[in-house]
């Protein structure tokens, strides 16, 4: 089925980053002041940004301090080749870390809606200020997507990889936030493997954490 086209573009560097590799970018203007004691936090995987205007319209509406998106796209043709991540934090002037996953490689055994030729990951979106950030590289890899990636019509390079933020808000002081995308292409023993990893990288931190 033909995807929604979105005319929203930002522009996509040619230096890509690599898999493990952490962007960051602050698009934030004047603070705005914080009415809320709670801290609003939203979890979404926006399939690639297949529908990025929609997905936008809803986080506006949603106005979340804290935002862990995954299936971030960028310079992918089947994403319309834009930064899908750029294009979210900028237009919610937000504070944004990108960690990237795979270098999706265009490929004729991939279906026009799954085209590569950028790169995919997962992030971090805020309206604070980052007190670090990082890329979690699992150690349990159900698919091993170098070899097996063509075999799946997904030609790609990487390994899974979750996106770590230590945020600091108001609300709740630092708080340590952690986006992932879990392999679905294996059974439920593989993915509890891998949120294992993400588990004992908790139980370094006294902090607040949220997954």
Known sequence: AHRDSVTMSHEVSDCLPQPGDVLLHDFRTAKKPIERD????????????????????????????????????????????????????SALHMNYMFACEFIERYHPVRSPELQGGGVHGNGIMTRFDFQSTEAIVHTHHPIDWDNQGMDMGEPRHGKRIAAKAQVVTPQCGVVEFYSLHLENFCGMVGRLKQFEDVLRDCRDSSLPQVI
């Open 38 to 89: 709670e801290l609003r936090v939203v979890t979404w995987n926006i399939e690639r940004g297949y529908k990025l205007r929609e997905v936008l319209e809803q986080l506006e509406a949603l106005d979340a301090d804290v935002i862990l998106l995954q299936e971030i796209d960028i310079g992918c043709d089947r994403s319309g080749t834009v930064d899908t991540g750029v294009v979210l934090a």
